[in-house]
């Protein structure tokens, strides 16, 4: 029953999903350092879009600063966001542990050693980055997974995080390492490593393709990912495979968390996060889940930057530290209910 009006129930929250994260985004394109009139925002919109012609009375630089600096920048926001909470969701139904994220299972640290190896030590074309941190977001994830089998079930539940974190710590220690052979540089990986969505269309560009194709991915699995949630022996007696579903999801979500890594750096506590309310407010099914968490991380990052580049302007804090700032108190509380619930 609970599963049956959740679905009854989810169009209703897709549709105040979507109008949440359309407010965050118009307010993303609105609100900066510098002031744009809101009525001249919209009238330079419909200037823009095709068959329109409409005076807005922006001059070239307003236009500038709302076409080729925010719009990017909000639009990257929504993308990368969306991409780590989905991939969130997605790790805590392969795992079965409310406590997955790709920050603390490996996976963002292993996408991030693997772009940074790239970037510094093997230049190569842009495109060929997210390919890359695929790898290292794979990798991450089985190196810790494979840790925390070792130490079996009786650790609980925390047991396959305890494990990412010390994996992630590694990967970070040789990415530190590594970054010591461009030191000159050192200003600007520091700065991608708290987290950046600033770059622009060639970050939006770069980023897309990736993101379609898990998105798609994960979404296809959502009522595969309810019927594992019930154990695997019923999921083979309904037909359901459930060693390849987990491989496509842990594929379909490291794929996610490496578009994401690529592009905006480590950001941290939005696959935790985002779920966790999802959950809250919509229920448990992976159907709704898996939708709203993409819709969800999209707003919450959106807004997330939008604190970043105002809280202390003109100057920008970087969108990772916001992220954290929230997240980790959140962590704790979903921890402590995790063992509450264990017990």
């Not at 772009?115 to 890359?132: D, R």
Request: overall charge positive; glycine content about 12%; aromatic content about 8%.
């Amino acid at each position: 029953m609970p599963v049956l009006q959740a679905s009854k129930a989810r169009p209703v929250w897709l549709v105040g999903g979507l109008g949440v994260l359309a407010v965050c985004m118009v307010v993303g394109l609105l609100v900066g350092a510098a002031s744009i009139s809101p009525w001249q925002v919209v009238l330079q919109v419909v200037d823009w879009l095709p068959f329109t012609q409409v005076d807005s009375g922006l001059a070239p630089v307003e236009q500038t600063l709302l076409f080729e600096l925010r719009l990017p920048r909000v639009l990257v926001a929504a993308v990368v966001g969306g991409l780590l909470a989905m991939a969130g969701a997605g790790y805590q139904g392969v795992f079965r542990n409310p406590l997955a994220d790709p920050y603390l299972l490996g996976a963002a640290a292993g996408a991030g050693l693997t772009t940074t190896v790239v970037i510094v030590l093997f230049p190569a074309p842009l495109g060929t980055i997210p390919v890359a941190a695929f790898a290292g977001a794979v990798g991450g994830v089985l190196l810790a997974y494979l840790l925390g089998n070792t130490a079996g079930r009786s650790g609980g539940t925390a047991t396959l995080v305890l494990a990412g974190v010390a994996v992630t710590s590694f990967l970070t220690s040789i990415q530190t390492f590594i970054q010591q052979f461009k030191v000159e540089e050192l200003q600007r990986i520091y700065a991608w490593i708290l987290g950046d969505v600033g770059g622009g269309w060639d970050q939006f560009w770069l980023v897309l393709p990736y993101a379609a194709v898990s998105s798609v991915l994960l979404l296809l699995h959502g009522r595969m990912l309810d019927v594992l949630s019930v154990g695997d022996e019923e999921a083979v007696s309904l037909g359901v495979r459930a060693s390849r579903v987990r491989l496509a999801v842990l594929l379909a979500a490291s794929l996610a968390t490496a578009a994401a890594v690529a592009v905006s750096g480590l950001i941290g506590f939005v696959g935790i996060v985002v779920p966790h309310v999802v959950r809250r407010l919509a229920g448990g099914s992976y159907r709704i889940v898996l939708p709203l968490s993409l819709i969800g991380g999209a707003a919450f990052l959106v807004l997330a930057d939008l604190i970043a580049r105002t809280v202390i302007a003109p100057a920008e804090l970087p969108i990772g530290v916001v992220t954290m700032f929230v997240g980790a108190p959140f962590f704790v509380g979903v921890l402590r209910m995790t063992r509450r619930a264990a017990t």
